[in-house]
């Protein structure tokens, strides 16, 4: 059931937990069964294997290694595909910003309640390097959540630790209708 | 040859052709093969049929509608595949950003001289409304291109004109080392 959980390293349900949400290939014990099954969503569906993965994630090689939901932290793996290179060869700035966009959009969305819903209102990013085809390294936060907005950053780096562009948004947080 | 020419409906290769640089379906014939094979570069050589797509275009679905390099505007189809859509089915919007930047992008390539390239620097989306997969419209134009630097802007549209998203970028252009 739990087939997407192999790569998550630690996984912050609980206050007590936080000091696991770090990077490391041991912590995977960490992971409680029991806590996906008490949230639900998408995200939370996909993270526990109950749904596939969304088509774009699916698209962008999306692969969870950390997340730290209590404190709108999460990492996320990418393989940044020949299919999305221009024609210097290096990947389109805007398959980028698909990376970032879906690294701090799930680290909000997994803070959501049921039939909330989180559209990014604006997406600014900055490109300080080119990023050659391979795997890629995002990590994103929740910066600050106020009632039906959110503020989000993040970071997207290859392989070695080079920073190759930065991002922030905007979402807007909707609410089920009652 | 020109085998990426039959959706081109103007190209403003003269000051007297800019007037043609507007949407039509008849406006064909004014474009000449001779213009063509007078300009080189990556896009050029794209839009002539001297070579194949660049990937990143050819995963969006690229497809020219027309082009005014002189005035640096360029409108494009896109083909917004189910690939890219997020949870609520829509297109996830750093598809839209990828889609915005293959589209001001171009339209400031079209202007450079051999050997010089333009990669974006930053890059800012506002999403107004939610895509839903199909064939969506871009319009982008080069807004500023001073020595060193280019401020562009464009706007994405579905079929029906609904206005999805607008961007606007800054590109640095780079010149061959002598």
Known sequence: MLNHLASIV?????AT????AVRGACEADAVSESALIRRSGWFWDFIAGRKPAPAAAATLGW???WIAPERGEIEVFFDASEKFVNPMGNIQGGFLAAMLDDTFGPALVATLGDGESAPTLELKVNFLRPAAPGRLVCTGRVVHRGGSIAFLAGELRNETGDL????TATAR???PTK
């Open 164 to 167: 190759l562009a930065t991002a």
């Open 63 to 65: 692969e969870l290694s």
């Open 173 to 175: 947080i909707i609410r």
């Open 10 to 14: 630690a996984f912050a349900d609980t």
């Open 17 to 20: 937990a936080w000091p696991l």
